[in-house]
């Protein structure tokens, strides 16, 4: 028989690429089964274009700079993933919002990380509006990626503390400790078969997440 092909996932990527990390790291120590086959930047020179090289992975970068509107840089976009035929495509602090005519080529097959409990905080600066809410609780949500701005249906949700001081950046490195973990055990989860989207409702072991997603502790 032929060995069964690992899932392989494309990763896209704005910038420092922690993430993108930890995915590496994942795979390297087995927790995530899975290869990544490309990593894809809109800008050059960042730091995660370097941290996949050091592991050998293939890297492109397509400028949106380069294109005259939205959809036709989500268009070349695309076509250069599906060049890796990709299982799952990972966000990994992907900074440009994608159109719905690029959600739906990759349906149920795209995952993103949000620095914040979704639904609240959708956006930028999430965790300077965290602080100055008040809030004591923050965290990170995965979610599979629709048309809507961090709006797709949560899979899993990690809290941290916001302690008294707390700065944004403090707040930041807690909150990415835990994003490093449900990231890519979301991911896993995706590619042993364990958790699909089913007419828009994510499915963990054939039974509906609850809308807040999987809680992590
Ligand atoms: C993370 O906080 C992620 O939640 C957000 O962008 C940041 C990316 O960080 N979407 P990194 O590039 O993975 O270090």
Redo the contacts with the bound molecule.
Sequence with gaps: MPPTKRPQLVVL??????????FIDAIKSGTLNADITGVISNKAG???LDRAKKSGIATEVVDHRNFPDRTSFDQALANRIENYQPDLII?????RILTSEFVDRFAGRIM????SLLPKYPGLH?HQRAIEAGDSIAG?TVHFVTGELDGGPAIIQAEVPIFPGDDADAL?SR??VQ??QI?PLAAQWFCEGKLSLKNGVPQLDNEPLPASGFSFS
């Design positions: 990527i704005s910038g420092s690429g922690s993430n993108l990390q930890a960042v730091l995660g966000l990994a602090g992907f900074m993103n990380i949000h620095p999430t990170a930041a909150i990415l994003e490093h990231y």
